[in-house]
């Protein structure tokens, strides 16, 4: 008996010994620590990008906030296999919860019905299928008891109403998603606010449409956005077209890390108010990889925005890219790190601008816009401290703090006058840089317009810019 435990046991110490090398071999996951990009078309395309910014001006705060966004945009191998873990495959099909998608139809009724049902798992898809036309009436998709993740996927039309009963008075905005943390709006889908209904002074848009001036006549007064975020975090959207929207076509309010790629917005240039995309109160936010045509701004960066990345956007008809208007009404505005570069922008109002009303408090600062093909802009360059959209504009002592804009690279055509900047009489503009500037007249030659700007020229210049003061302001800027 001796010798066959003996024996036993040493087969047992083999056996363990084995098994002990043979696991060795595998690490654990959380050992690896470096980083890779996204295998996505969310992370940043440009890799340089701090390097060049560098080079054109940012000032160290600026790159240092940049840098920990662009940070914010590379994952690790461990979050890579949670995200896989974390993955639902429910779908939730609108077709199953009673939508006709006819396009006569009101949907709106289903379309709740998914939500509540997807709203409940984590990482759920609602599906809106191709080939079909769904007809919605105002309606919110609410957290914040929603799970995280979902998905709504976009691959049909959906329209809005026509008719004036359809719509509250007071109303801001037709398809709003609040309070909710990861949503993504994804697909080839459409969506179409019939616009011209609202455009009282345009002709209808659509050939089909049977809409009268009288009809038009009845619709509420406040034009309603297309689709809104509000209040929520980790927002993509991509894919999908917004058109003829009756205001704005896109707009995040109190949002951070937003993400809109590969996204559209079409309406007529002479569609009034139809911002492209809308930013205010937002943080973090990444666009890229756009085409916006429409009769307002392209994107319209307002108040409590910073940390705002933008590239490689497709701008006109519109006004172009704008920071303001802010401080209307007396009030406070801060906006801070935003980057505007590799962009095209044609047959605007304006190509880049900074503008802000008398009057009001706060400030401007570490805005960088660079590489900017502009054709057949009216003006292409512009800073105006004395914004105002009526005729009763009074004349005030204070103003919103304009300092350290960047300026480089902006080549290309204009119609009336290449640079304008107009800054406050007791609060002038300061640190504007300008760097490599080649603008050339379509029409009659202008020189370009300086009031109350200090700065410094870098690089050449056409036309010659002459009117900007060196060295610095006496007057004291007060930061956010």
């Known amino acids: 008996m001796g010798g066959f435990n003996l024996e036993n046991i040493s087969l047992i110490t083999i056996l363990i010994i084995l098994l002990f090398v043979w696991s060795s071999r595998f690490e654990p996951c959380h050992a690896r620590q470096g980083k890779y990009w996204r295998q996505s078309k969310t992370a940043p395309a440009d890799s340089q990008f701090l390097q060049k910014e560098k080079l054109h001006g940012v000032s160290h705060h600026h790159s240092s906030s940049l840098t920990k966004f662009m940070d914010s945009y590379y994952i690790s191998p461990d979050e890579t296999?949670?995200?896989?873990?974390?993955?639902?495959?429910a779908t939730f099909n609108v077709l199953d919860y009673g939508a006709k998608g006819d396009g006569h139809t009101d949907d709106t009724k289903a379309f709740e019905a998914a939500w509540a049902a997807a709203c409940n798992v984590e990482a759920s898809t609602i599906v809106v299928p191709s080939g079909s036309i769904f007809l919605l009436h105002p309606i919110s998709f609410s957290g914040p008891n929603c799970a995280e993740n979902i998905v709504f996927q976009l691959d049909g039309k959906i329209i809005a109403p026509t008719t004036p009963g359809s719509w509250e008075s007071e109303l801001l905005q037709w398809i709003e998603f609040t309070t909710i943390k990861g949503i993504t709006i994804k697909g080839k889908g459409v969506i179409d606010g019939q616009g011209s209904v609202w455009w009282n002074d345009l002709p209808t848009h659509s050939p089909d449409s049977k809409v009268t001036n009288e009809l038009r006549k009845k619709m509420p007064s406040t034009k309603p956005t297309a689709l809104r975020f509000y209040g929520s975090t980790d927002v993509t959207v991509t894919g999908i077209t917004i058109q003829n929207s009756p205001q704005t076509h896109l707009k995040f309010d109190n949002c951070t890390s937003v993400q809109v790629y590969g996204f559209t917005a079409a309406s007529p240039g002479n569609s009034p108010h139809t911002d492209g995309i809308h930013l205010q109160n937002s943080q973090d936010v990444l666009i890229y990889g756009t085409d916006l045509a429409c009769g307002d701004d392209c994107i319209s960066i307002q108040t409590g925005?910073?940390?705002?990345?933008?590239?490689?956007?497709?701008?006109?008809?519109?006004?172009g890219i704008s920071i303001g208007g802010l401080g209307k009404d007396n009030t406070k505005a801060c906006v801070s790190n935003v980057t505007v570069r590799d962009i095209a922008i044609q047959d605007t109002l304006t190509g880049v601008r900074i503008k802000t009303w008398q009057g009001g408090s706060g400030s401007v600062q570490g805005i960088t816009f660079?590489?900017?093909?502009?054709?057949?802009?009216?003006?292409?360059?512009?800073?105006?401290?004395?914004y105002c959209d009526s005729s009763k504009c009074s004349n005030e002592s204070s103003?919103?703090?304009?300092?350290?804009i960047n300026y480089a690279d902006i080549k290309g055509t204009y119609t009336r006058n290449p640079i304008h900047f107009a800054c406050s009489d007791n609060l002038p503009c300061t640190g504007v840089s300008l760097d490599t500037i080649e603008l050339k007249s379509v029409g009659e030659d202008s020189q370009p317009f300086c009031w109350n700007t200090y700065g410094d020229l870098k690089g050449t210049t056409v036309p010659p810019i002459n009117c900007l003061q060196s060295g610095k302001s006496s007057k004291k800027v007060v930061y956010c």
Do not use: L
């Open 81 to 89: 296999m949670e995200t896989h873990k974390g993955q639902s495959s």
């Open 305 to 319: 925005c910073s940390n705002v990345y933008i590239h490689n956007v497709n701008c006109g008809p519109g006004h």
């Open 370 to 386: 660079s590489n900017i093909q502009v054709s057949r802009v009216e003006t292409p360059i512009m800073i105006d401290q004395f």
């Open 399 to 404: 103003a919103v703090a304009v300092s350290n």
